[in-house]
Structures are given as structure tokens and as C-alpha cells.
């Protein structure tokens, strides 16, 4: 669980959402404008898609395999953006090392069952999914800490490449590989996909643009950072939060956390003053983290091949991002409370449509 934990705080967050987070460092310094901000998250999100896919087919089967490819491509992205000279091998890098996340959770979900099953099995996967949070509060403390932006990006390949190799030798014997079931994919799959979809289109104008639109507002840097960093904060309490919230079972517990979401996006709007900035972050952090956590629950309930059926949701998720990110980009021209009026809309629609088909869920058998 700890080596897994760690694993998902870098692949997540020192490597996929510091995307956003670099985002002005790199406009500024290698000349990328907000439209092309947007499409390298785009980029960033369909990599994320076809690595996921790949998951898919192997996860069940061989999941330390497919832990080892995540972490590897992770490795490799982060260090191409430390080393980046101009923006076509920042975006290029930046769309390699998200992919690694798009693998590491089916292969992480798969070895987190077989280590620790039955009913302690949710908390697990949902400590583990919340190690985004840890990774995220690393990435905002690393870009206060160090001169150059890019060292930040070559620490978080050194970091990933120590903890793949940890995660490799804590799950050896880890229970012997299982046959996987035929998937049974479904009508049951159809409202947790379009949900997720709503949540990463919406999700992604704070993910994509947040730090940027704090600093349009007239934030500062640092101050900037660290509202990053209590990102981060809240990320870290899904691990609290997803438990609870799932004893309602993973529709309410979805519904909950993407309602939050959304008015931490809607909040994000704001004029960054005072302690708005703060609880907008801590809330989103919190809020979105929760709402992956309850989506993996999700995926048992309606999925005889859970690792499956989270590599499908999570696509899902990465698609709605990839779609969110430029349309966020464009919508900032005629003002941030469009933008992100438009993107908390989406996320509201995540939380609200669920709830409509929830009697027509049953459980997978």
C-alpha cells in the first residue's frame, strides 16, 4: 500500500498534473501560448487514453508488467520536460510521461486486491488513489524550492524510477495471477462513463489552468504555489473522505464528492482574494480525488473484472480532460467567469446524472 501510495503521487502528481502546474514557467520561458497550453493537455489526456487502453488488456493478468511499463514512461516524460529546450519537446515529453499514469492505476488496482482482500480492500484502494495528493503538495513545495523550474521535473524521474522499483519488489509473490473473466462490459457501464466524462471535461479548466488564471487575477507566484500545495492538502484527504462517503455506497459517494468539485471549480472563478484561493483548492482537491476513489468502487460494483472496468472509467475521465482543456482554453477569451462557469457546470452535470439511473444499477454478479 505504501509503495503503491507513492507510485500514484508521482505518476499523478509530480508527473501528469504538474503539467498545469509548469504551465506559465514554460509560456514564459519557452513560448508557449494559452491555446497550446490547452492542446498539450489534450495531448497529455489521449496519451493517458491509449496507455490506459493498453492496461486494459493486460492488467488482470499481468499487473506488475504493466506497474513496470507505467513507471518506466513516466520516468522517461519527466525527464524530457527537466531537459526540454523549446516547447515542441515540452509538449512532446509532457504527452510521454502522462501515459504513465494511464497505466499505473489498473496495474495498481489489481495488485492492491490481491494483497489486501475483502472488506479492507476499499480503504486500500482508496489510500492508494489518494496518493495524488501527497504527489501534488511535492510538485508545489519542489517549485518554490528550486532556481529552475525544469529540476523540479528531473527530482520527479529520479523519485519515480526509486519507487517503481519498490513497488516491483514489494508485490513479487503477491499472489499468483488468476484467470481473467470475460468483461462484462454493459448497460451498467454506460452512466459511470458518461459521468466521468462530464467530471474530466469540467475538472480540467483547474487542472489545465488554474495556477494561470490565479496569477491573471493578480496573485503571486509564490502565493500561487502554494495554493498548489493545498491542492495537494485535500487530495490527501480522500483517503479519509473516500471510506466514509463510500458507506452510502459508490453512487452517493460519486454524486457527493462531484458536487463539491463543482463548487470548488465555481469558486475558482473568483477574484483570488483573501482566503478564497485557499478553500477553492483544498475543496477541489479533495472533491475530485474522492470522486476517482468512489469511481474505482464503482467499477466492482457493475464490473466482474474491476481493473477493466476502472481502465474504461478512467478513460473516460482522460477523454472528458482532453475535450475540457482547449475548450477551457478558448472560452478564457471572453473571461474567466465564463470558463469557469462552463466547467463547473459540466462537473454539476457528473454528479447530478447518476442518480437518475441508480435503481437500474445492479450489481454484478
Same mark, same amino acid.
Given at each position: 500500500? =505504501?509503495?503503491?501510495?507513492?507510485?500514484?503521487?508521482?505518476?499523478?502528481?509530480?508527473?501528469?498534473?504538474?503539467?498545469?502546474?509548469?504551465?506559465?514557467?514554460?509560456?514564459?520561458?519557452?513560448?508557449?501560448?494559452?491555446?497550446? !497550453?490547452?492542446?498539450?493537455?489534450?495531448?497529455?489526456?489521449?496519451?493517458?487514453?491509449?496507455?490506459?487502453?493498453?492496461?486494459?488488456?493486460?492488467?488482470?493478468?499481468?499487473?506488475?508488467?504493466?506497474?513496470?511499463?507505467?513507471?518506466?514512461?513516466? !520516468?522517461?516524460?519527466?525527464?524530457?520536460? *527537466?531537459?526540454?529546450?523549446?516547447?515542441? +519537446?515540452?509538449?512532446?515529453?509532457?504527452?510521454?510521461?502522462?501515459?504513465?499514469?494511464?497505466?499505473?492505476?489498473?496495474?495498481?488496482?489489481?495488485?492492491?486486491?490481491?494483497? +489486501?482482500? *475483502?472488506?479492507?480492500?476499499?480503504?486500500?484502494?482508496?489510500?492508494?488513489?489518494?496518493?495524488?495528493?501527497?504527489?501534488?503538495?511535492?510538485?508545489?513545495?519542489?517549485?518554490?524550492?528550486?532556481?529552475?523550474?525544469?529540476?523540479?521535473?528531473?527530482?520527479?524521474?529520479?523519485?519515480?524510477?526509486?519507487?517503481? !522499483?519498490? !513497488?516491483?519488489?514489494?508485490?513479487?509473490?503477491? $499472489? =499468483?495471477?488468476?484467470?481473467?473473466?470475460?468483461?462484462?462490459?454493459?448497460?451498467?457501464?454506460?452512466?459511470?462513463?458518461?459521468?466521468?466524462?462530464?467530471?474530466?471535461?469540467?475538472?480540467?479548466?483547474?487542472?489545465?489552468?488554474?495556477?494561470?488564471?490565479?496569477?491573471? $487575477?493578480?496573485?503571486?507566484?509564490?502565493?500561487?504555489?502554494?495554493?498548489?500545495?493545498?491542492? /495537494?492538502?485535500?487530495?490527501?484527504?480522500?483517503?479519509?473522505?473516500?471510506?466514509?462517503?463510500?458507506?452510502? /455506497?459508490?453512487?452517493?459517494?460519486?454524486?457527493?464528492?462531484?458536487?463539491?468539485?463543482?463548487?470548488?471549480?465555481?469558486?475558482?472563478?473568483?477574484?483570488?482574494?483573501?482566503?478564497?484561493?485557499?478553500?477553492?483548492?483544498?475543496?477541489?482537491?479533495? /472533491?475530485?480525488?474522492?470522486?476517482?476513489?468512489?469511481?474505482?468502487?464503482?467499477? *466492482?460494483?457493475?464490473?466482474?473484472?474491476?481493473?477493466?472496468?476502472?481502465?474504461?472509467?478512467?478513460?473516460?475521465?482522460?477523454?472528458?480532460?482532453?475535450?475540457?482543456?482547449?475548450?477551457?482554453?478558448?472560452?478564457?477569451?471572453?473571461?474567466?467567469?465564463?470558463?469557469? /462557469?462552463?466547467?463547473?457546470?459540466?462537473?454539476?452535470?457528473?454528479?447530478?446524472?447518476?442518480?437518475?439511473?441508480?435503481?437500474?444499477?445492479?450489481?454484478?454478479?
Amino acid at each position: 500500500m =505504501a509503495a503503491g501510495t507513492a507510485l500514484v503521487a508521482c505518476t499523478y502528481g509530480l508527473v501528469r498534473y504538474a503539467v498545469g502546474l509548469s504551465a506559465p514557467d514554460a509560456q514564459r520561458d519557452l513560448g508557449l501560448s494559452t491555446a497550446a !497550453v490547452g492542446l498539450v493537455a489534450g495531448g497529455t489526456s489521449v496519451a493517458y487514453c491509449l496507455a490506459a487502453a493498453l492496461a486494459f488488456l493486460h492488467a488482470e493478468r499481468r499487473p506488475r508488467t504493466v506497474v513496470a511499463g507505467a513507471g518506466a514512461v513516466a !520516468v522517461l516524460g519527466a525527464a524530457g520536460v *527537466g531537459t526540454a529546450g523549446s516547447a515542441a +519537446v515540452f509538449a512532446a515529453a509532457a504527452v510521454l510521461g502522462s501515459a504513465g499514469a494511464g497505466a499505473a492505476s489498473p496495474g495498481l488496482v489489481v495488485l492492491v486486491r490481491r494483497a +489486501v482482500a *475483502g472488506p479492507a480492500e476499499p480503504r486500500a484502494q482508496a489510500v492508494v488513489n489518494a496518493g495524488t495528493g501527497p504527489g501534488l503538495v511535492v510538485a508545489g513545495l519542489l517549485a518554490m524550492l528550486v532556481e529552475r523550474w525544469q529540476v523540479a521535473w528531473t527530482a520527479a524521474a529520479a523519485g519515480t524510477a526509486v519507487v517503481t !522499483v519498490v !513497488v516491483l519488489v514489494a508485490a513479487r509473490g503477491g $499472489g =499468483a495471477a488468476a484467470r481473467a473473466p470475460r468483461a462484462d462490459a454493459g448497460r451498467r457501464w454506460v452512466l459511470p462513463v458518461l459521468a466521468a466524462g462530464l467530471l474530466g471535461a469540467g475538472s480540467a479548466a483547474v487542472w489545465t489552468h488554474g495556477r494561470t488564471v490565479l496569477q491573471d $487575477g493578480g496573485l503571486g507566484e509564490r502565493p500561487a504555489l502554494w495554493v498548489w500545495v493545498c491542492l /495537494g492538502v485535500g487530495a490527501t484527504g480522500a483517503a479519509v473522505a473516500g471510506p466514509l462517503l463510500l458507506r452510502a /455506497g459508490p453512487v452517493p459517494a460519486w454524486s457527493a464528492s462531484a458536487a463539491l468539485t463543482a463548487v470548488a471549480v465555481l469558486a475558482w472563478a473568483l477574484p483570488p482574494r483573501g482566503a478564497v484561493p485557499v478553500l477553492a483548492a483544498l475543496v477541489f482537491g479533495l /472533491g475530485f480525488t474522492t470522486a476517482t476513489t468512489a469511481l474505482i468502487a464503482w467499477a *466492482g460494483q457493475v464490473s466482474r473484472t474491476p481493473a477493466a472496468a476502472v481502465s474504461v472509467f478512467f478513460v473516460a475521465l482522460l477523454l472528458g480532460q482532453a475535450a475540457g482543456a482547449p475548450a477551457t482554453a478558448a472560452l478564457l477569451d471572453a473571461g474567466t467567469p465564463v470558463a469557469l /462557469g462552463a466547467a463547473a457546470a459540466a462537473t454539476a452535470a457528473a454528479a447530478v446524472l447518476p442518480l437518475s439511473g441508480r435503481r437500474r444499477a445492479p450489481r454484478a454478479r
